[in-house]
């Protein structure tokens, strides 16, 4: 890109200081401090070929902006205009030419018909390719008694595109959630709709089957699932779920559970397989996921309490057991994997990288329902030596939860509330070959500020998605409101 030469009788120090930003007077101010820009990409690590990182300057003064971005190993892009908007094939361009590399950011802006420049700041782009094509999540406004507009979403990481997967203003206002697909394969597929015409979807290379939402053997519903990796089988909770409500207190709502049970369902027999071991009387076992290799099944469990009154006693550890693809049976014995109890906490979202190096947890002071705990936190579990940290480097003072990684285990998506308290959204970190994550960066919008003011809707139970989730919405609505169910048998 062509530099506009500046004429006329300035210093040296004012020709370098100057030369990102274009079209502008020569008095124009360097300023020592960096700008404040909304999200903050200052200092963020991402991926080549992500979204263009747009941003809006933070000072309602400034009526107009100018960046610049160039790149440690060549090339440059530049914006100007009421917030920094970039092209998505020079972004892309950029992005890919500096993998690896860093792009260096500078921000001016007119203020009072006058220019002013920030120190520049830096952002990296990994040498870790993301291999995905986008997130699914679902999109809910953050209300308590009832949960009117939402659906599940998914959202193209390349560019700003979002389309519905299926949304509940077009299958009579059910609530949808709990989806999950295997290993961030979309092909096999599920997600649990509660309400009147309740299911549990499995959509597998394309062929859906609705199971009937409630077995009376288990005593819930399906919810919570987990792909064997294999695809053979998907691992489930059944959960009494219950919430209350506090008068006044910075956690506004609790959600626990009367009794829950986990069990690993097979679609080919519409079978559900269960075991003494997780389906105990005295305890509530809950959450279930696969180990990359399929033949380990970690769960959270938690003694049974009074509730509502105790409600502060329930309290998560992890388990494992084995499991045996080739027979759909379970090991003898139940290991404790992970003692939060004992340190006076709770852990929720088990989710293990898909190298079998890590997993992924969140720590909370009581309960599983971390997404309404601002102190919940991310934590890391080494799979190999059983050593486990606060990930510090992306938690933040609010609410820190859901999780899961991307296919190559260098990338993970969660939500936090750390904007205002209120409303969750969606951030993406990366992480090295020896455990170490990056500064966390929000899911890029078009007009960030924009999007993020007028938008009344919290993201969660995020996933990756190697490809774009084939479903045909028209049909699934007439499938949903048909109530044509299959009964499942417990084995």
């Not at 979202?349 to 969140?362: E, I, Q, V």
């Amino acid at each position: 890109m062509k530099k506009i030469i500046l004429i006329g009788l300035i210093g040296l120090v004012g020709v370098v200081g100057l030369a990102g930003c274009q079209q502008r007077p020569a008095d124009a101010v360097l300023l020592e401090e960096q700008p404040a820009i909304f999200p903050d990409y200052n200092g963020v690590t991402v991926p080549a070929g992500i979204a263009p990182l747009n941003f809006n300057v933070v000072d309602e003064d400034v009526d107009l902006v100018d960046v610049t971005v160039a790149g440690s190993k060549g090339g440059e892009v530049h914006a100007q205009g009421d917030y920094a908007d970039f092209s998505e094939d020079d972004w892309h361009t950029l992005t890919e030419q500096n993998r690896g590399g860093e792009l260096t950011v500078t921000v001016c802006g007119r203020k009072d018909g006058k220019w002013i420049q920030y120190k520049d700041f830096k952002i990296y782009v990994s040498p870790y390719a993301l291999e995905e094509w986008g997130v699914t999540y679902r999109r809910i406004a953050p209300g308590y008694e009832v949960y009117s507009h939402m659906g599940i979403y998914q959202r193209d990481l390349s560019n700003f595109d979002e389309t519905p997967i299926l949304d509940n203003r077009q299958a009579a206002a059910q609530c949808m959630n709990c989806h999950m697909s295997n290993r961030t394969d979309p092909s096999s597929f599920v997600f649990h709709v509660r309400g009147s015409h309740g299911a549990t979807m499995i959509q597998r290379d394309g062929k859906r089957e609705w199971l009937k939402a409630k077995n009376d053997m288990l005593g819930g519903s399906m919810v919570y699932p987990y792909w064997h990796p294999s695809g053979k089988y998907c691992a489930f909770s059944t959960n009494q779920t219950r919430q209350s409500f506090h008068a006044a207190d910075q956690n506004r709502i609790e959600v626990y559970d009367l009794s829950s049970d986990i069990f690993v369902y097979n679609p080919e027999t519409h079978e559900i397989l269960g075991d003494s071991l997780i389906q105990t009387k005295d305890w509530s076992e809950n959450s279930p996921v696969f180990s990359p290799d399929g033949k380990t099944l970690y769960f959270l469990t938690c003694k049974q309490q009074e509730y509502p009154m105790h409600y502060k006693d329930e309290k998560y550890n992890l388990c494992k057991i084995a499991f045996h693809p080739e027979t759909g049976t379970y090991g003898d014995h139940v290991d404790t994997l992970f003692n939060a109890v004992a340190m006076g906490k709770s852990l929720t979202w088990p989710r293990p990288s898909y190298d079998g190096k890590y997993l992924l947890f969140t720590l909370s002071d009581y309960g599983y329902f971390s997404i309404w705990h601002q102190e919940s936190e991310q934590w890391l579990l080494d799979l190999q030596t059983g050593e486990a940290r606060p990930l510090d480097e992306i938690n933040s003072p609010r609410a820190d939860s859901y999780h899961n990684w991307n296919v190559n285990s260098h990338w993970i998506v969660f939500t936090s509330r750390r904007v205002d308290g209120l409303y969750s959204h969606l951030y993406f970190a990366s992480v090295d070959e020896q455990g170490r994550f990056t500064k966390p960066f929000m899911l890029p919008q078009k007009n960030p500020k924009e999007y993020y003011e007028r938008s009344f809707y919290s993201f969660n139970t995020p996933d990756f998605t190697k490809s774009k989730v084939s479903f045909d919405t028209r049909k699934a609505v007439s499938e949903v409101m048909s109530d044509q169910r299959i009964e499942t048998r417990v084995r």
